[in-house]
Structure formats: C-alpha cells, structure tokens
C-alpha cells in the first residue's frame, strides 16, 4: 500500500479548527449558559462531528506513518512520542494540585493510575477539584484518546488485512466501515440504557472515520483531481445525515469528502503549524483550563464575553507551551511535526 509522495495540504489548519469546535462546544456546556436546551444540543451535534472529523484526518496520518515506519518498532515509538509526553503532563498538573488541596492520596492516586492508562471512564474525577461546578470531570475531553489509542493498536492487523487483498484492499475498508456501523446501531438495542449508548460510541464504532482516514490517504493522487466534486457532495450529505436518521450512517462519507476538498483544493497551503502545532494540545488542555476558571468563579465576575477571551487567551498560550517545553522535545529530529514549523509539508506523521 505505497504511496507517492504527497503534495502539500491542510491538514494542521483542519485539525485547529476541529479542536477548537470542541473548544467552543465545552465552554457552552461547562459554563451552562443554556443548559439542556436546543443551543446547547446543537453545539454538542457539532462537537461530535469535530471529533469524527479528527478520527478520519487521524486515520490518514497515522496510515501514512505506519507505512513508512520501519518495524512496529518504529510504528509504535512514533506514537507514543507523539502522544504521551503531553498527554501525561495534562494528567499530572491538576493531579498535583488535587494533592495539595485535598491531602487524599489513595483518590489522587486512583485517578492518575486510571488516566495514565487512558482509562479516564474509570477516575474522572479528582478529590477536591471542581467538585461545585455544572460537570465535575477533570478532564472530559479525554475520552477519545482511548479509541486513538486502540486504533493504533490494531493498525497492524487492518495493514494485513488490506495488503493480503491487494487491488482489492476497497472491500476491506468497506468491510471495516460497515461493521462499524452495525456496532453503532445494533449494540444499543442489545445493551439497553447508557451503557449501550457508551459502547456504541467505542471502537469498533468509531472505526467507520479510521477507515475512511485510511482510504483519504490511499487515495489522495486521485481525490486531489475531484476536490470540487468531493466537497460539493460532502456538504450535500452531511446535511441529509443531519437531518434524516437514516443517513447518518453516510456521515463518515460526507465528511471525507469535505475533509479532502479543504485539504487539496488549490491554493495557498495556509501552514497553521508555522510557529507551533498546537492542535492536540489545544484539544486536551481546554477542559481542564474551563473548569478551573469556573471553579474560581471568573464568569459571573467577568461576563461572557470576557470569559470565554480569557479562556480562549490561556489555552492558545498553554498550548504553545506545551508544544515548545514538551512535545516538540520528545520528537525525533527527523519527524513531520518538527518540520512543519519551517516549512509546507506532505500528508504525512511520522
């Protein structure tokens, strides 16, 4: 499954703004400004899709540096560089001030062992942090780190699947694809209630985005070539999906669609990266930021407007820390996030 070097594309511009819907979905909630009503679903409905939209770029990226890596090896030390360094610090921060304000030991110690192993559903929480605002999860934005996680893990095994089918690797992706779609539909009619629900939203759910991740990057040479095509029927879908149930099983399709329109379309590469990629670190380091704010009861205080610049003002400065102090440190010199703040790049994440 080679592929050509690439062209330059927008991928870091697509996945800061993705980051940031999450942002503004999180700051509508957390701060209950319409709490439950038709404004608050309607920003949750595109928070999901800012978090589909990064499964499929996450699956065209991460395709492209298993590809290229040399051993699982390899793979594997690319991932966790990539992800762990900045994710630990994020877990670690308000665990420490937890500690200093609650004393409770075996709590703090209970949440960072669970979080630690991307296992945040089993500790959200942390004694003596948050306990008085609308949600009192540390860090609720941290649930998709888990599947990312596990696509990483059974990343190998799509690879073979796909390269032992050869020209006909299309049928694995739609196998993948459709057997996603059935565990979304089909499991919470077997498990009933919240846990069904929950399931649902897990791997092998979410894997209908992976694999269309996978078939973006594949693709790319030709989708390049159909840019217009792509993103006139991507927004013509994503309306139907999101206003017929039937549809939305089509979702992953018309986001791809969008997705590879943006990204290849002509014109300037538009490097959002040029002086730090600041994405994941935007996306897991706002929550905690909201709630902290909102615990020191900045928002009555401040107003809404000048809440919400505040905290858009600390996470774009926390972010670019933790990109200059963490993650870029624990990349390999050779590696495509490093390289992106000097120069355009191609569709690629080593």
Sequence with gaps: MNLPVSLPNRFDLIRLVLAAGVFVYHAVALSAQVPGGPLERAFAQFAEICIQGFFIVSGALVAGSFDRSASLDDFAGKRIRRLYPAYAVIILIPALVSLALSRDAPGVLAYVAANLGFMNFLAPNLPGLFEFNRFTEVNGALWTLKIEVMFYMILPLIFLVLNRLGRLWWL???????????????????????????????????????????????????????????????????????????????????????????????????????FGDISYGLYITHFPILQALLAAGLLPMLGLPAFLSLAALLVILSSFALWHLIEKPALRPSSHYRKVATKDHPLEAS
Excluded: D
């Design 172 to 274: 694995g992706v739609i196998a993948l694809y459709v057997a996603a779609v059935v565990w979304t539909h089909i499991l919470p009619l077997v498990v009933e209630g919240k846990l069904g629900l929950s399931l649902a939203r897990q791997l092998p759910g979410q894997l209908a985005f992976f694999a269309m991740g996978i078939a973006l990057w594949k693709c790319e040479p030709h989708l390049r070539r159909r840019w217009r095509a792509l993103g006139l029927s991507g927004m013509i879908l994503l309306a139907g999906t999101l206003s017929h149930p039937l549809l939305e099983p089509l979702r992953a399709f018309a986001l791809t669609g969008l997705i590879a329109a943006i990204a290849f379309a002509p014109g300037p590469a538009l490097n959002a990266a040029r």
